[in-house]
């Protein structure tokens, strides 16, 4: 089995990576960071991929170059992400600076890294009835003020996958997301640390991940929520095809 992991030079997705090769899989360590890459990809005996995934040509290529060297995939984390919020600044201030100056950069990682994934892997996830598990956050479900933009790109992966579970499914891949909490990554800046909440281990929310990535296409489309030190578990929306029963116009969205 071959996987490829999305941020898997660092936090979250290197511990995915970890878990991977520990139970056999073959591991493409994918970053933009390839220093990082490659630190991982030599801890696990994977593959070390430099990839920026808001890079259409670059998906094509990583894509391309799994299949000369595995000939397959199966399963494909898409992990990376980043936020607009300048490390060191403070989750006091005024947003609108840093969403005029990283909106384009937040999106393209965060979103367009997911999508131009999806459309490169497709063949080969289809080949292998493969699995696909995305990173959301508990920042995809609730409104989030010190970081609008990541927020939206957040609640912007859930509605992805959700909408893509059925046509996926129709190709025999299933797909999944994971909300985590706050994780213990280079990620979470200073301040936040200095708030002294309680952030859980990278390496629990890699299990999310792989709870994810094992699951049926039966229950495909399924968010997970991956808190503190709670096992993951599925949140449960409104059934999809009600509209809403609040809206008193009987509007249809
Ligand atoms: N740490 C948290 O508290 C937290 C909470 C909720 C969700 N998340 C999400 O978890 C995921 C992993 O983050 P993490 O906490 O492990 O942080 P991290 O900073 O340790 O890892 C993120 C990785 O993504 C890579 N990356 C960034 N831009 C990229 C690009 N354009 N192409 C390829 N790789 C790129 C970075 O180089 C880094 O290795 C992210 O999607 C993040 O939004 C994190």
């Known amino acids: ?3 490829l992991v999305t941020g898997g030079g660092s936090g979250i997705g290197a511990a995915l990576c970890r878990r991977l090769a520990a139970r056999g899989v073959a591991v493409v360590v994918a970053d933009v960071d390839e220093a990082g890459a490659q630190v991982v990809a030599d801890e696990t005996g994977g593959m070390a991929l430099a990839l920026d995934v808001s890079r259409r040509d670059a998906w094509e290529a990583a894509i391309a170059s799994v299949a000369d060297e595995h000939g397959r995939l199966d399963l494909l984390a898409l992990n990376a992400g980043t936020m607009s919020r300048p490390r060191g ?107 002294g909440r309680a952030f859980a281990s990278a390496d629990h929310v890699a299990e999310a991940l792989e709870t994810v990535l094992d699951a049926s296409v039966a229950e495909t489309g399924g968010i997970w929520i991956s808190r503190g030190t709670e096992a993951p578990w599925r949140y449960e929306f409104a059934d999809a095809t009600t509209p809403p029963s609040h809206n008193p116009a009987g509007v249809t969205p």
């Open 1 to 3: 089995m071959v996987g």
């Open 89 to 195: 600044a403070s989750i006091d201030d005024d947003p609108f600076p840093w969403i005029a100056e990283n909106y384009e950069k937040v999106r393209a990682v965060n979103n367009d890294g997911v999508v131009f994934g999806i459309l490169a892997a497709l063949p080969l996830l289809e080949a292998a009835s493969g699995r696909i598990v995305c990173t959301s956050s508990g920042a995809g479900l609730r409104p989030l003020d010190s970081d609008p933009i990541y927020s939206m790109t957040k609640h912007a992966v859930i509605g992805l996958v959700r909408s893509l579970a059925g046509p996926l499914a129709a190709r025999g891949i299933a797909i999944g997301a994971v909300c985590p909490g706050g994780v213990d990554t280079p990620m979470v800046s200073p301040d936040i640390r200095a708030l």
